[in-house]
């Protein structure tokens, strides 16, 4: 058996005296112990030195993607003819396809190669001849850097450093430009308060400003290329019945430094947002698709890069950029967080209030798989991002949809309106609820009922005069019973549904009750 083995000085083919040793993988390790005992396992058959670093840099790439070099196939050409029976052994599988396809040669990698592999590593120097360590370690060290600076050139646009600082610088843009507008306004606003009234837009502002300097120049100077003709004339207007003070030439020329200033940044920020939004669609295009350029730059900036984006899971995505609430709500107990840096995205901002949070983790999911297929993918097209921006925005209508439809009892059934149609029962209005006063006394229909029950012939309607004696007689029980208060209530109750069966009393009986009422009043 015939063992490739690569280092950064060149190509190594190792002749394996003992194959039954490679059949121990556990116990290899003690046949490298040393140089000596190396030697009993494996030989040199052939080392072909690189010339350059060029040439190493071309092998180690070949190597990195699959392929087969020139100087390696050179190499298996002419070492390997020989042996032809042999077979290769090789660290990478990958590689090993590719040979035997080219070569015709027979591959193998297993375990016990790699274990091979990793025990002619520790004892490389004593198996290699004439590679000094000094020379060997020096040439490791540059092989290393220039890959590294090979991979950096090969892709500048995978950069995401540049992004991080453009939208920190963005940022920074912003504070000083408030800062310095707020100024602006309030240093000028001494001298022509009116104009802060007339003319709201900031970068206009600043321009009519410099132009005009002192407000006596605004009825010759020409204001149409700024600021549209109404607000022209309502600026000439304000200037001559301004009420602010008069300032010296000195002030008006500083004032109009700090307008210069404030305009030159501010078409430099407009400036930096157009490079800004070319790198985040050259880097992450299906990212920029899903949440806009500012929110998916303040999203890389925030995670550290776009690889370190990729990492994160959905969840994290969604609250990233609001960890001191998250922390305080964990510590107080409360609800966490719905949402973060993700807030200020076009379709979590377009939302009603109530369903910002589900559009959000909805948001947070797709573009968790945009950053991976962005940071990990190939492919440098958008196609994803659009495809996951249409089904968020497919489940958004839905949501706003569900408030206004009918909610069924279940998700997939259909709501059917005879279902939920209400049914109102027409009820007419029972009166005898309204009065506490019982139309007869408890104690009479308990008589009556007691009696109709014992003889059914009593059923028949009575005369007139029969009931009123019945009420005579209950008044006449109800005095000897209860003190005189309760009589009176007991009377009344007694008396009043039968009005017109007292009428027919003879007048004198009448005139008595009345007496004993007053005197019981």
Known sequence: MLVLFETAAGYAIFKVLDESKLQQVDSLYKEFETPEKANKIVKLKHFEKFQDTTEALAA???????????????????????????????????????????????????????????????????????????EMSAMSLGL???????????????????????????????KELNNY??????????????????????????????????????????????????????????AEISMGTEVSEQDINNIRHLCEQVIEISDYRAQLYDYLKNRM???????????GELVGARLISHAGSLLNLAKHPASTVQILGAEKALFRALKSRNDTPKYGLIYHASLVGQTTAKNKGKVSRMLAAKTSLAVRYDALGEDTNAEMGVANRAKVEARLRHLEERGIRR?????????????????????????????????TSK?????????????????????KKEPQAATEEASTAATEDTPKKKKKKKK?????????????EPPKKRKKKKIKDEKED
């Open 281 to 291: 669609m050259a880097i992450a295009p299906n990212l920029t698709v899903m949440v």
């Open 492 to 504: 009344d109750s007694a008396e009043e549904p039968q009005v017109e069966e007292e009428s027919a």
């Open 144 to 174: 290393a850097h220039s890959l590294s600076r090979y991979k950096l050139k090969f892709s500048p646009d995978k950069v995401d450093t540049m992004i991080v600082q453009a939208i920190s610088l963005l940022d920074d843009l912003d």
């Open 181 to 238: 507008i707020m100024r602006c306004r309030e240093w000028y606003g001494w001298h022509f308060p009116e104009l802060g009234k007339v003319i709201t837009d900031n970068l206009a502002y600043c321009k009519t400003v410099s132009k005009i300097g002192d407000r006596t120049n605004v009825a010759g100077s020409d204001l149409s290329d700024l600021i549209p003709e109404e607000i022209e004339t309502e600026v000439k207007l304000a």
């Open 443 to 463: 104690k009479r229909k308990f008589e009556e009922m007691e009696k109709e029950e014992k003889d059914p012939a009593l059923k028949v309607k009575k005369p």
């Open 407 to 439: 909610i069924s009892g279940t998700g997939r059934v259909k709501p059917q309106a005879d279902k939920y149609m209400h049914k109102s029962e027409v009820r007419l209005y029972d009166p005898s609820g309204d009065s506490l006063i019982p139309s």
């Open 60 to 134: 180690a790439t070949a190597l990195v993607e699959g392929k087969v070099s020139k100087t390696l196939k050179k190499v298996l050409k002419k070492m390997v003819a020989k042996d032809a029976h042999e077979q290769l052994a090789i660290s990478d599988a990958k590689l090993g396809g590719v040979i035997k396809e080219k070569l015709d040669l027979s591959c193998i990698h297993s375990p016990a190669v790699a274990e091979l592999m990793r025990c002619i590593r520790s004892q490389m120097e004593g198996l290699i001849s004439g590679l000094p360590p000094r």
